[in-house]
C-alpha cells in the first residue's frame, strides 16, 4: 500500500480550523495509529454514530487532510480513509496578524493541549490491572533549560528527530503484543 506523503504544514486557516474539533482530531489520531478504516470501523473505535463519523471525515477530505484508499474496497459501496499526510504541523506565525485567522490558530493550539491532557488523563484513571501491565514504563519528565530561541528549536528538531525514528521503525516480529503508546513533548519559555 502507498505510504502517506511527509509531514504537511499547515498554513492555510481553513484547513487548520477542519482540523480543530475534537472529533475530527481523534479520527485523525485513529487513523494514524490503525491506518486505513471505514466509517463502520472509525464508528465502533470512537463510539460515534456513522453519520456523524461520515459527516466529518466529508470535512476532513474537503480540507485535502484525508483520501480515500479504494484499492481496500471489496466492491463500489465499501469507502476506506486514510490520511493525506504522514502528521501535520503548524506554527503561529506562518498564519500573520488577521484577528478572525488568530482565533482559529488559537483554538487549533488549546485542542491540541487539551487532546494532549486528555490522553494522559485517561492513563492515570485506568484500571489497576493496567497499570500492573505496563509496570513502571510510563513516564512524565519535566526539566527547566536556559535556551536561546535558536537552542530550543535545535532541541525541538532532536526531540522530534528521536520519535519520529521510533516511530518509523520497522516493528519486530517476534510475537509480542505492542499497544499504541502516545508520546507527547512541550517546550515553551515559561516562568517558575
Known sequence: MEQPTPVRQITDSRVLAALAHPLRRRLMDVLKVYGPCTVGMLAERTDQAPAN???????????????EAPELARDRRERWWKPRNRGVRWSESDFGDDPSTRVVVEAAGSLNLERHTELVRAWHTASDETHAEWNDAPFSTDHWLHLTPEELEALGREV?????????????DDGQRREPVFVFAHGVPGRP
Not at 463519523?53 to 483520501?67: F, G, I, N, Q, Y
Not at 522530534?160 to 519486530?172: G, M, S, V, Y
Open 160 to 172: 522530534i528527530a528521536l520519535l519520529t525514528q521510533w516511530a518509523d521503525r520497522p516493528i519486530p
Open 53 to 67: 463519523v461520515s459527516h466529518h471525515l466529508k470535512v476532513l477530505a474537503a480540507a485535502d487532510l484525508l483520501v
